[in-house]
Nanobody
Framework: QVQLVESGGGLVQPGGSLTLSCTLSQRIFNIYIMAWYRQAPGKQREFVAS????????????KYSEDVKGRFTISGDNVKNAVDLQMNSLRPEDTAVYYC???????????????WGQGTQVTVSA
């Protein structure tokens, strides 16, 4: 069973920074996209950022939600089997549980599927 282990969450003041990290518990055949999502209390899970780490084109391409563009930076590496999210200029509205997501194939003949971390709490408050 592939597990995604997240770390780096916590309490930070507005304007502060945090870095979230996520590592796969084992190597899988291929990772196509690594991403971060978040879910605030009473809201649906939403996309935060992604990076294309596999496939034949556009490797390294990143995407961000409008809410975090310019403040957050995603970095991921199939060799390191990990993805990070550097969060700067944090705001109270960034408070949420952050989830790591990996789109990949376990083996060469497996179906492509999504793997999810257990979530890490980020609280931005004075």
């Amino acid at each position: 069973q592939v597990q995604l282990v997240e770390s780096g969450g916590g309490l930070v003041q507005p304007g502060g920074s945090l870095t979230l990290s996520c590592t796969l518990s084992q190597r899988i055949f291929n990772i196509y996209i690594m991403a971060w999502y978040r879910q605030a209390p009473g809201k649906q899970r939403e996309f935060v950022a992604s990076i294309k780490t596999g496939g034949f084109s556009n490797r390294g391409e990143t995407k961000y939600s409008e809410d975090v563009k310019g403040r957050f930076t995603i970095s991921g590496d199939n060799v390191k089997n990990a993805v990070d999210l550097q969060m700067n200029s944090l705001r109270p509205e960034d408070t949420a549980v952050y989830y790591c997501n990996v789109d990949g194939k376990l083996n060469w003949d497996s179906r492509r599927e999504d793997y999810w971390g257990q979530g890490t709490q980020v609280t931005v408050s004075a």
